[in-house]
């Protein structure tokens, strides 16, 4: 299967949207109930670091990252999202875009990807730990689903260039 990943565009939302409902209907992607609109979207995600698989121009999957917190010291936290299109999944479409996430994620100085998954999602569990990420614990009954409590497995990732210390990363400028 011939994927190409490219930088996610605003042209891209209708095909984003449906595969982000795709996940939201499996109830074990995100507590989210609702897609929301690309300006809510774009404002909640940050402007690099946000990829879209394709295969024959068609967009089979995407990726992106979000800010953990707008405080300074966190600047290089970010939260990982990966969603592919259910017709596609199994194809390694996720490895490319997490391949791509976290080489674009080190060049941007994020040091750390975190990962919040249901215990029930074992392949996006599989895919994340393939690439480096450890389990950190289990926030138990952290939110409400359907009336029902949810467990969600946390994940990170310190990047390798780390080393010891973080002195090789810039911290950001934080725009007010």
Known sequence: MNITIENMIKDNWYDVANIYKQGILTKNATFEKDCPDWNTWDKNHRLDCRFVAKQNEKIVGWAALSNVSGRCVYAGVSEVSIYVD??????????KLMEELINESEKVNIWTLQAGIFPENKSSIRLHEKNGFRVVGIREKIGKMDNKWRDVVLLERRSKKIGNDCDEFQMPVVKK
């Open 86 to 95: 259910t017709n596609f999944q199994g194809h390694g479409i996720g490895q």
